[in-house]
Nanobody, 122 residues
Framework: QLQACGGGAVQAGGSLRLSCAASGRTFSNNGMGWFRQAPGKEREFVASIGWSGERVYYADSVKGRFTISRDIRKGTLYLQMNDLQPEDTAVYYC?????????????????WGQGTQVTVSS
């Protein structure tokens, strides 16, 4: 129901824009988020957005570099990633939950995309 894309390989300082499209149902009234998982590490929170797009929340590690947004009409979630660093290398997942607010805990999310790989070289 969620399909993430836009990952790739970039050099440090580069940018990527991830997209997450919904199919089969709309998530226009749901809070959504991005998580990432690096090899050998647990999945970690990156950013979250409320149903209207007005409320957003970021992990400290990406604050000021990443921007989460959503196009409710298109049913698409975005993550603009600027000034990427090698430590940002991970598989990035989009997710949605049944409530409307922002949420930082992965366990609270009910729907997950398949993940897209982001690799940043130094």
């Amino acid at each position: 129901q969620l399909q993430a894309c836009g990952g790739g390989a970039v050099q440090a300082g580069g940018s990527l824009r991830l997209s997450c499209a919904a199919s089969g149902r709309t998530f226009s009234n749901n809070g959504m988020g991005w998580f990432r998982q690096a090899p050998g590490k647990e999945r970690e929170f990156v950013a979250s957005i409320g149903w209207s797009g007005e409320r957003v929340y970021y992990a400290d590690s990406v604050k000021g570099r990443f921007t989460i947004s959503r196009d409710i009409r298109k049913g698409t979630l975005y993550l603009q990633m600027n000034d990427l660093q090698p430590e940002d290398t991970a598989v990035y997942y989009c997710a949605a939950h049944r409530r409307s607010h922002t949420l930082t805990h992965a366990a609270g999310y009910d729907y997950w995309g398949q993940g897209t790989q982001v690799t940043v070289s130094s």
